[in-house]
């Protein structure tokens, strides 16, 4: 298990940092050469910062088990800011607009930021839950938000209707808590209580209409099959992913679900849920990121989607057993 | 290291043996479902020669057996995996798609399985039987992997099916033939706009009909009326809504006329959530709501037709996610 990754720190980088946090400035606007920035190590901060220059970046956000954040240009796999908010920072999630939203489980509340922000643009407070993933309805830019309380009590799935300041709670019989969320392009939500064995893999939606979450059968590439280890649901542009450890793509048609077909991925492992990366609305996803816990090391890895097959690049640097990941996309303006 | 927990279905067939048909998978592991019931029927059903209506329930992984007279469950059929949309032929036979199985089950007027059809790969969601030639045409909704629909066609109901496809149709749902043994199917294109298309008797693939008068937004029930000489077309998005309607739709050449709307109520008075496969008969429309939306429980439902408007009988105690429906005469 890694600890502590970050054993060193370029001269540079942390004088920079200190200088910026001791003015009580912003942490966005802290710089460092960016030749620097894929060797450079980093250590926990007090303070979070951020590259500048990052606007026109696609940015990967991973959630790691220190409490940090750290935050990467996808493409070039470079470090370039960490966020230092959160005290269980897990799912994530990112709207069209690039916001970026990070549950905080055990401090009760959901982090908003802006693309490259380093401050929260807004806290949702979910208590008395305890936030574990989320998802962004892309017709409403409602927040919906898996709660999973453990076992002492029910968690939740709750919805923020967009500029509101509190969530309506849906609960289900069946579902004693929840793990994993994602909305589909039409606004229908797809929830489960993820891999409680041997309690068993459940499923629920609440249609776009709908005042309540429905129970319903996902079936598997055989009908025999039950669902092990769901670490999350993405929705890929053109199907829902349930992440089983390999990728499975479900058709959900008016409350019905339907296998399509399967992304089988080596050096797999998830400890949380994947992120399909997708720059073009209304089309399929291109690639697929999540956290591996190995045994010695933890790494994110980047496959192609719906392809699978071997990693094509591992990420480590200042990654700490890794959770939620998500992709903000650059801003197009 | 594949972190799967399978198990191994114990799949009881007790064919037309105790009365029970199919029994229910049983296994060490979650079930994919909360089916756990066997299968049933009651005395009434042995004895009757009336009319049954079959409906499919993919909430329970059960088909419900029901007295159209009375609407009262007469039976339950269990051990499906994922059952939807239904037909019937001459025999009284009734045909269940199943998706998740990639089987389609035949059967008999009182619930005994007669047959099954395996199609490793295909999505099964509906069928319909061709009175002129005894083939059996089934819809499946996907190809596996990822790949479109398509419509097999098992001669006599039985051994290895054709595949036809539309080149332009990737979602395939319900379909019927005419009095000419011509096959009307729908379903989506690739980007999910309303499909209807035509494999004509004798040929080898099938052509886009287009159609006017009106917009269906997404596919629900075909079914040939054979006293007005025309399809009936279900929208299970009525107006682009959470809500169901069919229409009457014309056949003429390459071109589909919308000539008319039934509108259908629940039991509150409300347009119905999702109707998504009904049947016409001695007119009247018989089908379930899937009331997802939240406004009544989900509902077998018998309505005028065409005149539609509230239901004439209804069950509410029975549906959980209802599917499909046929007739067993």
Redesign the interface.
């Known amino acids: 298990m890694m600890t502590n990754r970050y054993g060193h720190l370029f001269a540079l980088a942390a004088a920079a940092t200190m200088l910026a946090a001791c003015g009580g400035a912003p942490m966005q606007g802290v710089a460092v050469p960016q030749g620097a920035s894929s060797q450079r190590r980093v250590r926990p901060q007090h303070r979070s910062w951020m590259d500048l220059g990052l606007a026109k970046q696609d940015l990967l956000y991973v959630s790691n088990g220190n409490s940090e954040v750290t935050v990467y240009r996808y493409w070039q796999h470079t470090l370039v800011g960490v966020l230092t908010q959160f005290t269980q920072p897990k799912g994530e999630c990112a709207d069209s607009a690039g916001n970026v939203y990070i549950t905080d489980s055990t401090a009760q509340r959901i982090l908003e930021f802006a693309h490259g922000g380093t401050k929260p643009i807004k806290s949702f407070d979910d208590s008395p839950d305890s936030p574990y993933t989320c998802s962004i309805d892309p017709t409403t830019g409602n927040l919906a938000v898996a709660n999973q309380d453990g076992t002492s009590q029910p968690g939740s799935i709750a919805i923020w209707k967009k500029g509101s300041s509190s969530p309506t709670r849906y609960t289900d019989s069946l579902l004693y808590y929840f793990e994993g969320c994602a909305y589909d392009a039409n606004g229908n939500l797809l929830v489960t209580n993820g891999s409680r064995y041997p309690y068993g893999t459940y499923f629920a939606w609440l249609s776009k209409a709908g005042n309540k979450l429905i129970n319903i059968t996902v079936p598997g590439p055989d009908p025999s099959r039950a669902w092990g280890y769901v670490q999350g649901i993405q929705w890929d542009g053109k199907y829902f992913a349930i992440d089983d450890y390999y990728i499975y793509r479900i058709a959900l048609i008016h409350g019905q679900a339907y296998y399509v077909g399967e992304t089988e991925l080596d050096a797999a492992g998830s400890n949380g849920p994947y992120w399909i990366y997708n720059n073009k609305p209304g089309t399929q996803g291109t690639q697929v990121v999540g956290g591996v816990n190995g045994d010695e090391d933890s790494v994110v890895n980047y496959w192609h989607y719906p392809s699978g097959g071997e990693p094509i690049f591992g990420l480590s640097h200042g990654i700490d057993n890794p959770f939620g990941v998500t992709v903000s996309l650059k801003q197009q303006k | ?9 114990i799949l009881f067939v007790l064919c037309a043996c105790g009365g029970n048909a199919v029994a229910p ?1 049983l ?1 060490v ?5 909360p089916d756990r019931r066997s299968s049933w029927i009651s005395p009434e059903l042995e004895r009757t020669q009336a009319p049954l209506l079959f409906v499919s329930d ?2 329970t ?1 059960d088909v419900y057996i029901y007295n159209v007279k009375t609407l009262k469950v007469v039976g339950t059929i269990t051990g499906f ?2 059952p ?1 949309g239904e037909c019937s032929d001459n025999k009284g036979n009734v045909w269940v798609t ?4 990639g089987t389609v089950y035949e059967l008999s007027h009182r619930g005994h399985l007669e047959n099954e059809l395996v199609q490793k790969g295909a ?1 099964p ?1 509906g069928c319909t039987w061709d009175p002129t030639t005894g083939n059996l045409a089934v819809m499946s ?2 190809g ?3 790949q479109s629909g398509g419509v097999l066609v098992f001669p006599k109901g039985v051994g290895t099916p054709t595949l036809y496809t539309n080149s332009k149709q990737y979602f395939y749902n319900f379909g019927d033939y005419d009095a000419g043994g011509n096959l009307f199917f729908d379903g989506r294109d690739a980007n999910g706009n309303f499909m209807l298309s035509e494999l004509p008797k004798g040929k080898s693939s099938a052509h886009t009909v287009a159609l006017t008068g009106g917009t269906i937004y ?1 596919p629900g029930m075909v079914q040939w009326d054979a006293a007005k000489q025309d399809f009936i077309v279900g929208d ?1 998005s009525c107006g682009n ?2 809500a169901s309607c069919v229409y009457s739709v014309k056949i003429a050449g390459n071109t589909a006329s919308i000539t008319g709307e039934t509108k259908l109520q629940n039991s509150a008075g409300g347009q119905l959530c ?1 109707l ?1 496969q009904g049947v016409l008969f001695n007119k009247e429309l018989l089908g379930s709501d ?1 009331d ?3 406004s009544t429980p989900s509902a077998t439902y018998i309505w005028p037709y065409p005149g539609g408007g509230a239901p004439t009988r209804y069950n509410g105690k029975t549906d959980s ?1 209802p ?1 499909g429906a046929a007739i067993s005469r």
């Open positions: 290291m594949k972190r799967y927990y399978w198990f191994v279905p998978a296994g592991a979650p079930a994919p479902h993919a909430g992984a995996a994922q939807q199943d998706a998740s199985g999505t969601v909704l996907l596996v992997p990822s997404f299970q809504l959470y999702d998504v899937n997802f939306c939240g996610v599917v």
